[in-house]
């Protein structure tokens, strides 16, 4: 519902000319999963998120997000550590 909500917000401040995009993630871990079979679900967040908000944007040649909304445990934290692993492996890398 919110991406819904979120296509018809930039459809009326844009009308109809803006160029957005909207990814939908998988969930890390689902209200009331098991720790134990939260890991397989983690992972395909974290590659998911990795894909689409690292390498995609390398790809494309340098395009980088200007907004990224991120709401609860279930995908944020996976979100933000596929975000900093890259800033954090090159830091380390020139040290």
């Known amino acids: 519902m919110s991406v819904e909500k979120a296509v ?3 459809r ?3 009308n109809g ?7 939908e993630l998988p969930r890390a871990r689902k209200v ?9 679900t983690t992972l395909n967040s974290f590659v998911t998120a ?5 390498i ?5 040649g340098g395009r980088r997000w200007e907004v990224l909304l991120i709401n609860g445990p279930g995908t944020c934290v996976v979100v933000a550590f596929a ?3 890259p800033r954090v492996s090159c830091h ?4």
Request: charged content about 15%; hydrophobic content about 50%.
């Open 8 to 10: 018809v917000f930039e």
């Open 12 to 14: 009326d401040i844009s």
């Open 17 to 23: 000319q803006g160029q957005y995009d909207f990814v």
């Open 32 to 40: 009331g999963q098991s720790y134990a079979s939260s890991i397989g």
């Open 50 to 54: 990795f894909r689409v908000l690292t």
């Open 56 to 60: 995609a944007p390398l790809r494309a």
């Open 83 to 85: 975000l900093m692993l």
């Open 92 to 95: 380390d890398a020139m040290l």
